[in-house]
């Protein structure tokens, strides 16, 4: 797992931590950077983040900005609906803590887990939301993507001569004020996952992905704008902020 600070490995845990110590970083510190090289699976990842929210909120671990990728899954959030689900065969289903409905979550697509202590950064988990759209938007801008936000749904979207597409879905969930889960980023995925569920319960709209605007585009490209843009977003938020780092 490469970040833009070091060498970090073992999901989400810096080199430091591979005999079962973190890393000693102040209240002051801007969160960690992590960015694994490889397809996580879901419900272990979730258990992870869970057990790292609780130590955050507990003092006992640095807040952390942890990017990855999934192996294919289809996840409902709180507000999903049977009827959205189409394909309940297609892939895996998970019933997940996060706000939001059914979406798809596979190889191609980056998500942005942010694991930040609100306690300290205001407790607006709306500012949370609306920070998280503008992170995305003004990371997809250095890319040459006119990105924006829409009456239609929560997310990111981008406007076609067929109508916007949503390229980026939030969902969130927030536990002694820490937040779980984030943001997922259509980069290059297989768009067919798509197709088992009504994506987060909006009917005339699709999904849309980020090749399909700048063809050449990689994931790297994307970690690049979104690490140089998210120091704006946690200074949007309130409390410490910088330069992610390790």
């Known amino acids: ?31 960690l950077w992590i960015v694994e090289d490889a397809p996580l699976p879901y419900e272990p990842t979730v ?8 130590a955050i909120a ?6 952390r900005i942890w990017l990855l ?8 959030g709180t507000s999903a609906e049977a009827g959205e689900l189409l394909d309940p065969s297609a892939f895996p289903v998970v019933r997940t803590g996060r706000g939001g409905r059914y979406t798809w979550h596979g190889p191609g697509q980056r998500v942005v ?9 205001g407790r607006d988990v709306r500012r949370l939301m609306a920070g998280l759209e503008e992170w995305a938007i003004a990371a997809l801008a250095r890319l040459g ?3 924006h ?21 939030v969902g969130l969930r927030i536990r002694r004020w820490v937040s779980l889960h984030g943001m997922a980023i259509n980069v290059a995925p297989d768009m067919a996952g798509f ?19 700048r063809p050449h585009l990689t994931m790297a490209d994307l970690d690049d704008a979104l690490h140089a843009t998210c120091g704006d977003f946690l200074a949007f938020l309130g409390g410490p902020w910088g330069t992610p780092g390790g």
Not at 58 to 63: R, S, T, Y
Request: charged residues 20%.
């Open 113 to 121: 887990y942010v694991l930040l202590n609100l306690a300290r950064r």
């Open 1 to 31: 797992m490469q970040t833009r600070a070091g060498r970090y490995r073992r999901n989400g845990l810096p080199q430091a931590a591979q005999d079962g110590v973190e890393p000693v970083h102040s209240a002051e510190t801007a969160p």
């Open 145 to 147: 993507i006119a990105a």
């Open 69 to 76: 990728e999934h192996l294919p899954v289809i996840t409902a």
């Open 47 to 54: 258990q992870r983040m869970t057990e790292l929210a609780e």
């Open 149 to 169: 936000r829409s009456p239609l749904g929560a997310g990111v979207w981008v406007a076609t001569n067929a109508g916007p597409v949503k390229v980026a879905a």
């Open 58 to 63: 507990q003092g006992a671990a640095p807040e």
């Open 195 to 213: 197709q088992a569920i009504v994506p987060c319960g909006i009917r005339n709209a699709g999904p849309g992905r980020l090749v399909d605007f």
